[in-house]
């Protein structure tokens, strides 16, 4: 696990360095003519931003193929790296390295369940622009489960909690949709929802059902230039 991650932070610092070193963008010779807003915008599109985000989780669960297992949504945080290579107007390239918080509640015949998974996610998004200021994002997401707690609560204020130290041996790809909106230059709404395309598996002895983690996230990005 340790070694993937270290990869995936490798090719993102990799990609960004190699994309500030190697891209340039076309510079008209200096006129003395006024330019448009519109046109501020355009050149805006064609540089590379690297930034940081941060924010919300609201995850919950889906396909469980258990009619008896009915689960509820929890929150948790999301944050990372993010980077935004223009490759075409209006289409860019945008990876992402993300800690990401999921998991979800259940009343089951033993009493109240929760599991909170750790993940490490790395999206790899292609962001259409289709207003100045407002952009959708669509693309594939790896995940990399990294820690789980398991959460028993048996009533008369009994619990007990179980931690795995998952170490990435589990991992998932999902699909990702969202937008953007651009409040100033440097700072960005965001608005994502993604679900794993395959069911994850609990351990042998578990009574759990297989199921899907399903995400909804708000957050705000913060591009530097």
Known sequence: MKKIIFLAICLFTA??????????????????????ESNRQYDDFYRIKVGLTAGLNISNTIDAYD?????????????????????VYPLSFAPELLFSQKGYSANT????????????????LAKLRLAPGFAVVIGPQLNFLT????????GFNN?????????????????VIG????????V??????NIDLSANHPYADSYLPDY???????GLGFKFQ
């Open 15 to 36: 990609g960004a360095a190699s994309a500030q070193r190697y891209y340039r963008p076309h510079r008209r010779p200096p006129q003395r003519v006024v330019r448009h």
């Open 67 to 87: 009619a008896n297992f009915s689960t509820g949504s929890i929150a948790g945080l999301n944050a990372g790296l993010t980077l935004d290579i223009p490759l």
């Open 109 to 124: 015949d033993y009493g109240k369940f929760t599991q909170r998974t750790n993940y490490i996610d790395v999206p790899l």
């Open 147 to 154: 820690s789980t707690k398991n959460t028993y609560e048996t």
């Open 159 to 175: 619990s007990y909690q179980e931690s795995y130290n998952n170490r990435g041996d589990q991992n998932v790809v999902s699909g």
């Open 179 to 186: 937008v953007s909106i651009d409040l100033n230059r440097n």
């Open 188 to 193: 960005e709404l965001r608005g994502r929802y």
């Open 212 to 218: 899907r983690n399903q995400v909804w996230q708000i």
